[in-house]
């Protein structure tokens, strides 16, 4: 069962940057095509960004081209995503999911996490 955690959520004012992590167990990172997607309050779940399987490969919303970097370290079964630049339209539930195929399409992804929350002050 492959099993997806996020971490590195929270509080930061904007302009600030912070970076989110996603630890995949279960199986090895490198089979998949690996997304964040976020999801505001009372809005849809958006696409943000993917990175294909040898990380050489990415696409970016966009709207946070430019300020997000999507990476992986298929050693460490890890994903990130580091954002700069905050604003406060970032505010959102953050998750990573993994799929088949690269593609910003939700219904894409197989595995998903249960997001970590990143909030964005003015």
């Known amino acids: 069962q492959v099993q997806l955690v996020e971490s590195g959520g929270g509080l930061v004012q904007g302009g600030g940057s912070l970076i989110l992590s996603c630890v995949v167990s279960g199986g090895a990172s490198s089979m998949y095509v690996m997304g964040w997607f976020r999801q505001a309050l009372g809005k849809e779940r958006e696409f943000v960004a993917f990175?294909?399987?040898?990380?050489?490969?990415?696409n970016y919303a966009d709207s946070v081209k430019g300020r997000f970097t999507i990476s992986r370290d298929n050693a460490k079964n890890t994903v990130y995503l580091r954002m700069n630049s905050l604003k406060p339209e970032d505010t959102a539930v953050y998750y990573c999911?993994?799929?088949?195929?690269?593609?910003?399409?939700?219904?894409?992804?197989?595995?998903w996490g249960q997001g970590t929350q990143v909030t964005v002050s003015s």
């Open positions: 999911a993994a799929g088949p195929a690269p593609v910003g399409k939700e219904s894409e992804y197989n595995y």
């Open positions: 990175i294909s399987r040898s990380g050489g490969r990415t």
